[in-house]
């Protein structure tokens, strides 16, 4: 793999870290300080949809000034997050709590925009493969972001999490050194080469193909999302888990999430994307009946792992798979479209999540997942089966 792609990895170990920090912390701080239980789960939420509104403005200023230039940005936005954070847990206050997610969030918009120039750095061929390698960083930001998270929360602290979200902002400032000394840009090209600004977006999307790429990441992301933001009330205030079991279980799953990425581009190559998503809807169906059987630790660890691998096999065979409906041209736009998709559904997900465990229960709240992982099913079978019929 190109050095770029390494530095890449790095980066995203360090910067990927707010995810697992603020799905860990983000509940219980804001149980500890919300006016309301319903709102406990809100910073979240909010993570996702500060992704969601920085999304567009990411993808423009990337097109415009290059991706390393955006890139800092969004380390930089990360390290400001930490500190409002701090400042949050300092004063108590709720709307700092939710405004360093939201900050965070929009660093997070950047973030994920690293696979995509992992892809463009290798050939076509090898784009499943370096994307898969950059989602390795989650790795150690599964582990890393929840050990940041539990260092403000020793018996006795007279401001939770504070030490945790300055942890958060150091993380980010190390992220933001990688990018700034490792990351070497590519030759901006971008004006010139998209000046025409490829077909249509209405031809575009006639393709179901996109619709299957966009329907794999963004179903994953808001099935996994929307059972991962409730585990953690779940196990501590509903099925009486201590702390440091929610902290294994989410660890252990992010860590689900990301492992599969040593084999999931070479099983894009060798078994085909279709089969790849076929085995994602499958472990969602798995953590499904295992997360409505029971609430031991047990039930909970088993059914994460299985919606960790899930969600891996479906964002990274929907991630391959996008490029095959744009050109160079059109890339910007349709990977910008793409996430608004993904993170969008993420974060309707992540703020209903609070709500409809509080109404019906952890049982009931998983089965609801259930539609959407049928929605995505219905759409590989007319992509084939339309694709099928082209080729005969």
Not at 115 to 132: I, K, L, Q, W
Not at 154 to 183: D, K, R
Not at 191 to 205: F, S
Not at 335 to 351: H, K, P, R, W, Y
Request: net charge positive; aromatic share 8%.
């Amino acid at each position: 793999m190109p050095f770029n792609v390494w530095v890449l990895v790095a980066a995203q170990a360090l910067a990927m870290c707010t995810a697992p920090f603020i799905v860990f912390i983000g509940s219980i701080q804001g149980r500890l300080l919300a006016p309301a239980p319903e709102y406990a789960t809100l910073p979240v939420g909010l993570v996702v949809v500060g992704t969601v509104l920085a999304i567009k403005p990411a993808t423009w200023l990337m097109e415009r000034l290059g991706r390393k230039r955006v890139m800092l940005l969004g380390a930089s936005m990360g390290m400001l997050a930490g500190l409002l954070g701090a400042l949050a847990s300092w004063l108590a206050l709720f709307p700092l709590l939710c405004a360093a997610a939201v900050l965070g969030g929009s660093g997070l918009a950047v973030v994920h925009q690293y696979r995509f120039a992992a892809m463009e750095s290798v050939p076509d061929n090898m784009a499943g493969s370096a994307a898969a390698r950059v989602l390795l960083g989650g790795l150690v930001a599964a582990w890393l972001g929840p050990e940041i998270a539990t260092l403000g929360n020793e018996a006795g602290t007279e401001h939770p999490f504070l030490a945790s979200w300055l942890g958060l902002a150091g993380v980010q400032l190390a992220a933001l050194i990688i990018l700034g000394l490792g990351y070497r840009a590519r030759s901006e090209r971008v004006r010139e080469a998209h000046a025409d600004g490829g077909r249509p977006l209405k031809e575009i999307l006639a393709n179901p193909l996109i619709w299957v790429a966009i329907s794999s990441a963004a179903i994953g992301y808001a099935v996994m999302s929307f059972i991962m933001t409730a585990t953690p009330l779940s196990m501590t205030e509903m099925a009486g888990h201590d702390l440091d079991a929610a902290k294994r279980v989410i660890q252990l799953h992010i860590m689900a999430m990301y492992l599969p990425s040593l084999i999931s581009g070479w099983l894009t190559r060798v078994i085909g994307i279709p089969v790849m998503m076929a085995v994602g809807l499958l472990a969602y169906l798995g953590c499904i009946i295992l997360a409505a059987s029971g609430v031991s630790f047990h039930h909970y660890l088993s059914a994460l792992l299985l919606l960790g691998v899930g969600w891996n096999f479906l964002f990274v065979g929907g991630t391959t798979l996008l490029p095959s409906g744009y050109t160079e041209a059109e890339r910007f736009r349709v990977q910008g479209l793409n996430d608004i998709f993904v993170f969008g559904s993420q974060a309707t997900a992540a703020l209903s999540a609070g709500v409809i465990l509080s109404w019906l229960g952890w049982s009931s709240l998983v089965m609801v997942a259930i539609p959407f992982v049928i929605v995505h099913g219905i759409l590989m079978a007319v992509w084939l089966i339309r694709r099928e019929v082209r080729i005969r």
